[in-house]
Each structure stands twice: as structure tokens, then as C-alpha cells.
């Protein structure tokens, strides 16, 4: 860590300092592909390091229960008309925590303990947050679940019509965290709507692509959207639900006062940062390029021999099934990791292993696109990942050095946002 970045933490608290600096480097040398991380800008950094961190908040802009808010409120009012206009909400709360807070605020919002609420089930692809058994979403309330067709991978719309029928859930969750494919959102809707299901669409994920106009937007078809704000939006860890007007007052008093305490305005700072960002003509470019090269990275993992759900991708994730091969998923993932390629292990549908020990790879390319790698890159990242798996078969620990110093070399020319050592 240079002294001139953080001069004042390396002073106080020099090994908490060498952390940070071993971080910095391990994100400029390595190649990143968990889908569900990115880099931010230098901008976002700033924002979210502010004093605004030295402030109480309970409440929303114009309605607070503490004084000193004259620039608090305008921060958060930039956050939300953002936001509104970004993703043309009506409305939209940029204080949950997190995904899961802002999930559970929509629990909190629409439905009572007991009740069933309906979600694609975790192994499937969807989130814990849906009604997943381990989840409290899915103690507290009657999770029932839905996956996607053994023999397509895709999504069984026909399937999750039938369920919706039967169990009329007060809600529906439609997105996930292992999704490669298009979610056909006016589906869900024609599907919510005979169900009497309030619906949700979690797209923490694909935000950045929908905002970027890479993937068609649920606002016009769902009751609410619920997003994190640090996957492709390219935001701070933070989150926000939107909605139309007729929910706003659900929405806001299920975050607050119902589930959280003061919003953590430095975040809200980095959020509207990032917002702002994500209007910008480079973003889209950024969107549409993220799509691009995972169409590309697909497309040369079959010709390596790989199996991918689905066959392939229409957003920023592939999720590899690695059944066929020697090697599953969790060492392939530890290998990849020691080849300098960051990826996480990850159950795919119907697997016959468990989830801690499972038989898939998910990577995504919202981090390498960041950096600026685009489709020419792609074969040459493809070739890695089958040599890596190939070395892991075989223990080859001298392969996957050899893979780590040519991971080094090439990220060395592609900078990464925020990253003061790439
Ligand atoms: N953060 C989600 C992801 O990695 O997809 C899991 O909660």
C-alpha cells in the first residue's frame, strides 16, 4: 500500500494496513470471474469512505428523527431520483443494507409468518432469500420452490404456473444468483397476476445489465424490484427496492422503522455515485460488452470440451457443470484460485453431490470487462480454465504456477478501476 493512499491507516494500524495492501494486490494480479463481483470506480471508493459515515439518519429525506441532516437529506434524495430515473421506478429506497435486508423488508412489506411465498429453489439458481429452507425466509414462511427442466436447463414456466395455481403464494420471487439465461419477466407476470401473487424480481445480478440495456427491465411487468447495488451496477456493497407509487408507503416503512436502524449514508453517497455512472453513454457500452464476452467465454468453453447449463448464456454468467469430467467442482475451484483465476464453486441443478462439495463452476464477466479484456480475450481465458481443471486432475502444481504467471502478465496491462497497484 502506497502512503499517500491511506497515509493515516498505515500509520494507526499498520497491520490491519497490510491487509488492505495484500488485497490490492491479490485484486490487480488476479483474474476475477465470480459474476457477483466487479470493481468499483475511484469515484464510488471516495464516496464511501466520506464523513458521512459520522452520521445518524433514522428516517428518509425531509422525515428524519435526527437533526444536522441538511446534507444528508440531499444525498440521499440524489440517490433516489437516480435511481427513478435510471431504471424509471416510480419510486425507489436506497437504505437496505444489503440484498437479503432488502428481501426481507419485501417479506416484511406484503406477507405474515406462515404464509406461503414462492422462489426458484437454491440448487436451481435462485437466492436463499427466496424461501429456502435454511434461510429464515423459508422458516418463517411456507417456501415452495421451482426450478428449472432437466433436460433444457431453462426455466419450466409451465411448472411454475402449475405451482403458482395450487399454492397461490402472497409472493413470488422471480431471479437468482445462477441464472444464465433471460428471465422472461411478462411470464411471471401473466403467472402473479392469476395466482394473486404480489411479484418480485430480484435482479441483483443483471442490474447493471439492465440498466446498460442488455437485458430487458421487469419495471413494467412486477410489483417490485429488489437489487443489490455492488454486482454489474458497479456500486458499493449496499441495495435498494423500487416499486410503483401504489407501494411506496409499504416499501419504506417495512425498511424502516420495520427491519433496519439508521441508513448508512456513506454507502447511499457511493450508491448515487454509481448511479450517476451507470447513466453514462460508457455504461451501456460497458453492459452490452460484459454479454459480449460472456457469449464469447461460453462459446470457447464448449469448443474446450466443457459442459455448460443451459449450453450457454444471454447475460454476464456461465455456470459450468463439471460432472463429465474428473475433477468437481470445489478443487476445480481451489485449483483455479492457485492459477490466479478466481471463480466460486457451485451446485448445479439436479446435482448429485452436495452443496458444500458440488459439481459446477459458476464465473461471470463483469470484473474482466471492467478492467477493459473484451471478446479476443475470451478463448485465451477459456484455455486457462481447461488447463487449470486439466492440471487439477492430474495435481500439477508446476502447470497451474506456470497458468498464475501468465494470468499476471496479461492483467498487468489491463488496469482495474480503483486500483492504484494494476
Ligand atoms: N451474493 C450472491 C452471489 O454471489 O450471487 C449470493 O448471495
Redesign the pocket.
Known sequence: MSASRHPALLSTDPELASFVAAEEVLQAQTLRL???ENYVSAAVLEASGTVLQNKYSEGYPGRRYYEGQQNIDRVEALAIERAKGLFGVDHANVQPYS?SPANLAVYLAFAKPGDTVMGMALPMGG??THGWGVSATGSWFRGVQYGVRADTGLIDYDAVRDLALAERPKLIFCGG?ALPRTIDFAAFAEIAREAGSILVADV??IAGLIAGGAHPSPVDHVDVVSTTTHKTLRGPRGAMLMCREEHARAIDKAVFPGLQGGPHNQTTAGIAVALHEAAQPSFTAYAHQVVANAKALAAALLQNGFDLVSGGTDNHLILIDLTGKDVPGKIAAKALDRAGIVVNYNTVPFDPRKPFDPSGVRIGTPSLTSRGLSTEHMPLVADWIARSVDAAAKGDEQALAAIRAEVTDLMAAFPAPGLPLS
Open positions: 465470480i459474476p457477483s440484498g437466492h436463499l444468483t441483483a445480478h
